[in-house]
């Protein structure tokens, strides 16, 4: 349609491949300087400008001389062809000249530009969401004729301006159109120039009208004219899409039936039924292209001079851009149009629509470029084609020939923008937007216009530009990062301006990173930029990145481009500095999964989670965790879910959640199980367990303790152990293999597995020893007998009494009893549970170094676990201890109670408590000699050797321990001396 070369570009993407742009963009113009031995891409010389259009119009007229009995579409779709060839063509075939094809190119990526910027809009939806546009200025066509109904005189309905049949009308009337025709509007406002506020249509036509041509201008801008036109017929202004569509060069074309409408819209040769020939395009395409001309030009001087322009817009030098000029009203946009369908660049560049924006005027400037090529071609071939009819004695000149002063005209009036130099015309362009940013302190795209001019001017321009810019921003971002150290802050490094251009030179350098491995001509850029500056750069970048939480998702893509170590350590410190929820985890793990080699994310965590737990934890943290506070910390592991982290150590908590990087993914779990050990072992080894010199503490008021017990039973996610171990895809209960343990081997993993087990084995007995203690201070062993005194001793009534308080009394005695029984049997069963621990609690023989875990961690490790293993034992074989014995005691003052009250009957009272049978052998947990008894089986464990409990006690502590046994038996001994 646009007859330019542009037609294969479309909604989805850009014209041609980015990759085979940018390497023939930065070749040499071999075929305007095949001895050049630099890599400029334009030369602003007169004699170099005049030699290019010199092999332009050798390479049209070689083209034309080959093809002159072809139709002029034909010939276009011949041109068309060249631009699409990636390689030179033979030496009998012509070359098309490079500065075209590089003019070509250009002109596709600006458009595909445009194109990707309207891409998330949907172009049209305010004219789709009122379906009355489908008419024409519905709004002033309603009024026309409602004014038609009510006048005598139908002359007012053809006029323009004004009320002609005589009334004086309102004010308003004045500035509206009297006439549905499409010029109405522009003649209105030419008759009206004084009135500054003139809107010609009624109701809300101004608006849609605006609307639906600027949504054109858009579609027009990203190379999809087709779809403006279809607009334009849509919303009923098909007179519009047809003064638009004549650009196409006509030919014939070839059809076995016609298609639906052919009959309508194409001129048809039927003198053979079979081969219908069919007349595409336009044969008047140039006196459709001087009437546009002209258009073009009265559209710009009603422009400049009616009230619709600004008062302070002005038809400076093309290029000239003011700020200031924000130009309402259709006609703007109108006039835009019709200047880009003319080839009328001059004007075009005046046009406030594009002056206010730099890509716009460069589309202007290289689409105007490329017309003037294709018009050079139009002419060239119906001038040979005139000949041939000369020549062979026609006496009808051939369809679209008819038109050679038209074409002359056309030539002569585009000769101004053959002449223009791409160099010339881009730092006078940069000058110009400099110039007026300057003096109005705007800055919003400075930063990468010089780089964008210089890469589409000169290669060596572009080579300067990236190393003077790149050593400022490194140089600027080191002086702000030291300057922000020094305050304490964290804000940007970099102002809105250098992110801009910092984002602009990165992407630069990437790509031609890209291209130099496999183009010796760009040896010197990767020399001189690529190499020394890229890395550099890219770190840089990921540092902007990092600082703007919005732009995280970007940070795993980009630090893929890094070498190895460098891409681990950066993300390794990031993710450690700055993403501390649990979205933001997800986010950036799932980033890496994507981006980063299969692995590297796991790799990346480990180091992550062993940082945070490795990290000293200040003392201050936890000494100021008061006994209210650990008092919360206990109620929370008893189901108490409210304010949780509030309660725990910051420190403590920065490690707690760390682990959870280790629960996003099923495969990672194991590595989660492993990270989990480490902290259950730090912090169970930081526990104080001096104690008092009268007894051994027993850690119930400790703040590590309490974290531990928090993070297993509240932070580990549910069925922790069950996808540690089908992390790998696994089922429990099969064979499982390395893959499933996370590279470990499955001895390493199992042995991870039980360390874990016997520290959670460790956590359940301590808790159940604390539910002991809680219970066996607040329940008192007496209960209260009452005896009712209104009844007369010994009678009837008394002794019914009496039983009656007796069962009272027993029922309250037994559920004490019971209460005091399950939870100490509870205790007492736990902790010989981890006395006697299959294989031994805290017992690894794991000492050999894995790919996953180096041998310092495991020496480290099997050092932790010994050192834990004897603290908690010994502090497990005195808790049981007193568990048995202080029961015993308060069992004791059970039955004491029981023989104070009842004396000869306390027997049958005992025996009613516990609901003895005759035949029943086994001691009364009722009685405190059961319990005593039961410290013999916790001395028959300390010696068990399978168990090496012994070796964790020091010599104090077994000698402590046999003084208390001692005493055991002189209490049992009392027991039996007893009557009851």
Not at 280 to 300: C, D, E, F
Not at 533 to 554: A, G, I, P, S
Not at 565 to 593: C, E, K, P, Y
Not at 796 to 822: C, F, P, T, V, W
Request: charged content about 25%; proline content about 3%; hydrophobic content about 35%.
């Amino acid at each position: 349609g646009t007859g330019m070369g542009t037609r294969s570009t479309t909604r989805g993407g850009s014209a041609a491949s980015t990759a085979s742009t940018v390497k023939f963009l930065l070749w040499d113009d071999k075929n305007n300087n095949s001895n050049s031995n630099n890599n400029r891409l334009t030369r602003n010389s007169k004699s170099n400008s005049a030699s290019t259009r010199s092999s332009i119009k050798n390479f049209i007229q070689s083209v034309v001389d080959d093809n002159v009995n072809i139709d002029p579409s034909e010939m276009m779709q011949l041109i068309h062809s060249y631009f699409e060839e990636d390689e030179e063509t033979g030496q009998d075939e012509p070359n098309l000249p490079s500065i075209v094809k590089r003019r070509q190119i250009i002109l596709a990526w600006i458009e595909s530009c445009h194109n990707r910027s309207i891409l998330g809009f949907e172009l049209g939806r305010k004219l789709q969401q009122n379906k009355k546009q489908s008419i024409m200025w519905h709004d002033t066509l309603q009024c026309l004729q409602n004014k038609k109904s009510s006048s005598s005189s139908s002359s007012a309905l053809f006029s323009f301006g004004g009320n002609s049949s005589g009334g004086s009308g309102s004010a308003d009337d004045k500035n509206k159109i009297t006439s549905y025709h499409p010029d109405a509007p522009l003649v209105l406002r030419k008759n009206n120039k004084t009135n500054m506020s003139i809107q010609p249509l009624y109701g809300g036509d101004e608006t849609t009208e605006t609307y639906l041509l600027s949504t054109c201008l858009s579609l027009i801008k990203a190379g999809r004219l087709g779809e403006a036109l279809d607009c334009c017929r849509e919303f009923g202004q098909g007179w519009r899409a047809a003064v638009w569509d004549g650009n196409g060069a006509h030919g014939y074309q070839q059809i076995d039936e016609p298609g639906p409408g052919a009959d309508n819209d194409c001129e048809m040769d039927d003198s053979n039924d079979k081969n219908k020939t069919v007349l595409i395009g336009n044969p008047q395409r140039s006196l459709w292209k001087r009437s546009v001309w002209l258009a073009s030009r009265s559209m710009h001087s009603l422009l400049t001079s009616s009230a619709s322009a600004p008062s302070n817009f002005s038809s400076t030098s093309p290029g000239t851009f003011d700020r200031q000029t924000i130009a309402t009203g259709s006609i703007v946009y109108e006039a835009a149009i019709t200047s880009i369908l003319a080839d009328d660049v001059s004007t075009a560049l005046m046009n406030p629509i594009f002056k206010r924006n730099w890509m716009d005027l460069i589309w202007v400037y290289y689409r105007g470029k490329q017309a003037r090529f294709m018009e050079q071609v139009y002419c060239t071939h119906n001038a040979a084609r005139r000949l041939l009819v000369q020549s062979n004695n026609r006496k009808y000149p051939l369809v679209g020939t008819e038109f050679e002063s038209e074409e002359k005209e056309q030539l002569s009036c585009t000769e101004e923008i053959s002449i223009m130099d791409d160099g010339t015309f881009l730092r006078n362009l940069e000058q110009e937007f400099a110039k007026k940013i300057d003096s109005s302190g705007d800055s919003d795209d400075l930063p990468w216009r010089p780089g964008m001019c210089a890469f589409l001017s000169n290669f060596h321009d572009v080579q300067s530009f990236l190393i003077g810019n790149i050593t400022a921003l490194l140089q600027n971002a080191e002086e702000s990062k030291r300057d922000d150290n020094d305050g304490g802050g964290s804000k940007p490094f970099l102002n809105e301006e250098e992110e801009v251009l910092l984002r602009f030179i990165f992407h630069l350098i990437i790509f031609l990173d890209s291209l130099t491995s496999s183009n010796d001509t760009l040896a010197e850029l990767r020399e001189k930029v690529i190499v020394p500056y890229r890395n550099d750069l890219l770190l840089l970048y990921l540092e902007h990145l990092m600082v703007h939480k919005t732009l995280w998702k970007f940070t795993c893509l980009y630090a893929s481009l890094l070498p190895m170590d460098a891409m681990i350590n950066s993300l390794t410190q990031f993710w450690i500095s700055s993403v501390h929820d649990d979205n933001g985890r997800r986010m950036i793990l799932n980033q890496a999964r994507d981006y980063l080699s299969e692995g590297l994310d796991l790799v990346i965590l480990r180091k992550i989670v062993r940082a945070h737990i490795s990290a000293e934890s200040e003392s201050d943290s936890r000494m100021n965790m008061n006994s209210s506070s650990v008092s919360m910390m206990k109620r929370f592991t008893l189901g108490v879910e409210r304010g949780l982290e509030q309660l725990i150590p910051q420190d403590d908590l920065i490690k707690i959640h760390s682990i959870r990087w280790l629960c996003i993914h099923n495969e990672h779990y194991a590595d989660a199980l492993v990270c989990a050990n480490m902290l259950l072992r730090q912090l169970l080894l930081d526990v104080d367990a001096s104690g008092s010199d009268e007894e051994i503490d027993d850690w119930s008021d400790d703040t590590n303790l309490r974290t531990a017990k928090l993070f297993k039973s509240r932070f580990l996610p549910r069925d922790f152990v069950g996808k540690a171990l089908n992390g790998g895809g696994i089922l429990a209960g099969e064979e499982m293999s390395e893959a499933s343990a996370n590279n470990m081997s499955l001895k390493e993993f199992q042995d991870y597995l039980h360390e874990f087990e016997a520290i959670g084995c460790f956590l359940e007995a301590h808790s159940g020893y604390e539910a002991w203690k809680d219970l066996i201070v607040s329940l008192s062993p007496t209960v209260p007998f009452h005896t009712n005194s209104k009844f007369a001793p010994g009678s009837l009534e008394s002794e019914i009494a009496m039983k009656r308080d007796k069962r009272n009394y027993i029922q309250k005695k037994r559920k004490h009893g019971l209460a005091l029984i399950k939870v100490a049997e509870v205790s007492y069963q736990s902790m010989m549970e981890l006395l006697t621990y299959e294989s031994g609690f805290l017992v690894s023989d794991s000492t050999e170094p894995g790919i996953v875990h180096p041998i310092d961690e495991i020496r480290e490790r099997s050092t932790q676990m010994h050192s834990l293993r004897s603290k908690c034992l010994s502090l497990v074989v005195f808790l049981t201890y007193r568990v048995l014995t202080e029961t015993a005691q308060w069992m004791n003052d059970f039955v004491e109670d029981i023989v104070q009250l009842f004396r000869d009957e306390a027997l049958d009272i005992l025996q009613r408590i516990h609901m003895i049978q005759d035949d029943e052998d086994s001691p009364s947990p009722f009685l405190p000699e059961s319990w005593h008894a039961k410290t013999f089986v916790l001395s028959d464990a300390l010696n068990e050797k399978n168990y090496g409990i012994l070796n964790c006690l020091n010599g104090e502590e077994i000698e402590y321990f046999q003084s208390l046994m001692n005493d055991t038996a002189k209490y049992l001994k009392e027991c039996e001396e007893r009557s009851i």
